[in-house]
């Protein structure tokens, strides 16, 4: 029967739960069990793929400094974070075309909308889903609880390096 599938949903359906810092931020409201066994990464800016474009690789480094600075990103966020800088950055390269040939285009003697808008808002609706799960858009940030970065291990010896 159409509508009426019981079988288990598929992964990524329905809402996506709120990590456990919030619920307890919040006083749990929903009551349900919390996970006391929810991973916690080291606060690190990643290495930057190899592979990214120049826009791309542009943009890992100035929101990579801003994430770092709030303590919101980890090494377990690389592939989030690449997928967020690829998609800007392919974004960024249609509208330099957008803006090179117009938003309308003379194709076969009529004016029609440039294909680049098309292309330009796809990868913006793609870098958004990537950079709500880094809490780059204003209500992803209202579910973020950000803190200072922690010292890594090296950094400890750098702050006793001049103690002496």
Excluded at 13 to 30: E, V, W
Aim: proline share 10%.
């Amino acid at each position: 029967m159409p509508g009426s599938h019981s079988g288990p949903r598929a992964p990524g359906a329905g809402r996506k739960p709120k990590p456990t810092a919030l619920k307890l931020l919040l006083g749990n409201p929903g009551g349900r069990p919390l996970n006391d066994a929810e991973p916690q990464y080291p606060v690190k800016l990643p290495s930057c793929p190899a592979h990214l474009a120049a826009l791309a690789r542009t943009e890992w480094k100035r929101i990579g400094k801003m994430l770092l600075a709030q303590g919101v990103i980890t090494e377990a966020d690389r592939a989030a974070l690449a997928g967020y800088c690829v998609a800007w950055g392919r974004h960024a390269e249609a509208e330099a075309q957008v803006k090179r040939f117009g938003m309308l285009m003379n194709v076969r003697g009529a004016l029609e909308p440039s294909p680049y808008l098309a292309i330009s808002e796809r990868w913006l609706v793609i870098a958004d889903r990537f950079g709500a799960q880094l809490g780059l858009s204003p209500s992803s940030r209202t579910r973020i609880r950000a803190h200072a970065p922690r010292p890594q291990a090296d950094d400890f010896a750098d702050l006793f390096e001049g103690a002496t």
